[in-house]
């Protein structure tokens, strides 16, 4: 107050404000200011942009997106033949093992036949001879048994054989289809990567410029479609996307980028030709 004039806190004093001004609100407004307001034009051209992008990133999925479904199918398919050809290895080994058993069971009725041959000779009576005998005819019948169940049992390997080698060609013939499909699929991954990588940079960017209400509108359409088609141009007088015809007033009003319009037909966005084809995606 060296000039003889009151300070801005007097005044504010004398006005009744003797409080300072609110820091708090100082810094919301602050904050709105940094907020920018994209203009209803700006938005329609980012979302025209952000479609483009996700346009190009599904064709990248589209090229791949095949293939990595055959890969589990063909990994799925190899693992299923890989678990019945242990399968019929285990039957063939149990079968073996059996053949194995029988033939021992041979042997050992072969044993006894001449037991009873060498004490057949050494019988004292008609009572004990006729024992003896039925006894070696048993162990006879042991013996055609087994050799019966070893024939039945050397054919059913024969045939498994057949089935494991069977199994063993398919496996070898997925596991080269599966191979080759692993390389393009890789290949593919490695052609596309840098600029998969790219897009999604320019998406997230395009995305910063819509507000989020019509953000979440624009992905509820898009998935909605299986061609994600949200943003189409109006195209000789119809709807890009369902190609149900715009009437004049309609198209007028798309043009002065006032509002955001909606295909009355299938809810996609509306955008005039002009203002498409001026954006590209690199």
Not at 115 to 126: D, G, I, L
Not at 192 to 216: G, I
Not at 220 to 231: D, E, F, P, Q, W
Request: a neutral charge; charged letters at 35%.
């Amino acid at each position: 107050m060296a000039n003889g004039k009151p300070g801005w806190f007097m005044r504010l004093k004398q006005n009744g404000q003797s409080q300072l001004p609110n820091s708090k609100h100082f810094k919301q407004n602050k904050i709105m200011a940094s907020v920018k307001e994209f203009s209803v034009e700006e938005k329609l051209s980012s979302l025209v942009t952000l479609q483009k992008i996700e346009s190009k990133l599904d064709e990248i999925h589209i090229l791949k997106g095949e293939l990595p479904m055959e890969v589990a199918d063909l990994e799925d398919e190899i693992t299923g033949l890989k678990a019945r050809q242990t399968r019929i290895e285990e039957e063939i080994n149990g079968v073996t093992e059996f053949i194995a058993q029988r033939n021992e069971g041979i042997k050992e009725a072969q044993a006894l036949i001449k037991k009873y041959e060498k004490q057949s000779s050494n019988v004292k009576n008609n009572r004990e001879f006729e024992a003896i005998n039925k006894e070696m005819e048993m162990q006879q019948l042991e013996v055609k048994l087994a050799e019966k169940h070893i024939k039945d049992a050397t054919e059913e390997i024969a045939e498994k054989a057949v089935l494991l080698e069977k199994a063993k060609k398919n496996i070898s013939t997925k596991e080269s289809v599966l191979n080759n499909k692993k390389a393009e699929l890789e290949k593919i991954i490695a052609a596309n990567e840098k600029e998969e990588k790219h897009f999604n940079k320019q998406a997230a960017e395009a995305k910063s410029h819509v507000d989020s209400r019509l953000l979440a509108s624009y992905e509820k359409i898009r998935k909605s479609y299986r061609n994600g088609l949200a943003v189409v141009a109006v195209e000789r007088d119809a709807c890009g996307g369902c190609f149900n015809a715009i009437p004049p007033q309609k198209q007028s009003e798309i043009k002065q980028h006032k509002k955001v319009m909606i295909c009355e037909n299938c809810g996609r966005i509306l955008v005039d030709e002009e203002l498409a084809n001026n954006i590209e995606v690199k």
